[in-house]
């Protein structure tokens, strides 16, 4: 009995000593995040710098780890990353709420003229948690926030996040949902926050391994429901399945059936 209490005893401290490490680097990862909206936001401040618009609406190609992502050139937002093959990342620009990209037409919008904040910044990359924005409330910030909430725009809950949580100058933004995760972005709060094109972000799981990262102002908040709807929407309809690629190749090739 003594020697099975001892191995009972070895392996509850094993799987204790595992859990703590995923709860230590799930934190880990938390801590990088924070420092992400806010390195985020300064980049992109009152003017789309280093863009170099393009009406060219040829489609690229773009492999990152195990997707597909066929985007038009105009809604890429660097000039460097308007190629086809493998890339480590995509960043897009869109102009809400017709989710396009740039165009003469929209080109006050692109270059925040008069004020103007009607664009969203879309950043694709493999994913790093093993839970997207909504699925981290419950195991995460539900335990960095502070338990009172106000009332925010769009039936949202706006939580302050507690001292030691390390969000300094940020919100945690909860929207309830029928039968599925809540709604939860972060916005950037305080002076900085009034400098920003973007303060507010939200990051979701597309395509099979990817996270998709979008920043909008802080006003499309009131309109959450629609705006994650069509960011879900824009993404289903640029990342493809190996099965789409095989039947668009067969059609450029000629050898469709």
């Not at 595992?18 to 300064?42: C, E, Q």
């Not at 890339?87 to 017709?98: E, G, I, K, V």
Request: proline letters at 5%; a neutral charge; charged letters at 25%.
């Amino acid at each position: 009995m003594h020697s099975s209490d001892t191995a009972d005893s070895q392996s509850s401290g094993a799987i204790d000593e595992r859990f703590m490490l995923r709860v230590f680097a799930g934190f880990a990862l938390m801590a990088l995040a924070a420092v992400g909206i806010s390195a985020g936001g300064k980049l992109l401040g009152r003017s789309i710098v280093l863009a170099g618009h393009t009406e060219n609406t040829t489609p690229h190609e773009i492999v990152i780890g195990n997707d597909v992502l066929v985007v038009p050139a105009n809604a890429i937002r660097f000039e460097r990353e308007r190629r086809d093959g493998v890339a480590p990342n995509l960043h897009l620009y869109l102009r809400w709420p017709d989710m396009s990209g740039y165009r003469a037409a929209a080109r006050e919008d692109f270059n925040h003229a008069g004020g103007r904040r009607s664009i969203l910044f879309l950043s694709f990359e493999p994913r790093m948690m093993s839970r997207d924005m909504s699925g981290r409330y419950d195991p995460i910030y539900s335990a960095l926030i502070e338990t009172t909430a106000r009332p925010g725009p769009g039936g949202l809950r706006v939580h302050a996040f507690s001292d030691k949580s390390g969000y300094a100058n940020e919100l945690l933004l909860v929207g309830p949902r029928n039968g599925g995760a809540p709604f939860v972005a972060r916005c950037l709060s305080g002076p900085v926050a009034s400098e920003l094109l973007a303060e507010c972000e939200r990051d979701i799981f597309v395509g099979k391994e990817l996270s998709l990262t979008y920043r909008f102002p802080v006003e499309l908040l009131a309109d959450w429901r629609r705006l994650d709807a069509a960011v879900r929407g824009y993404a289903g309809t640029v990342v493809k399945s190996a099965a789409d690629e095989a039947s668009a190749s067969r059609q450029r090739f000629g050898r469709a059936g």
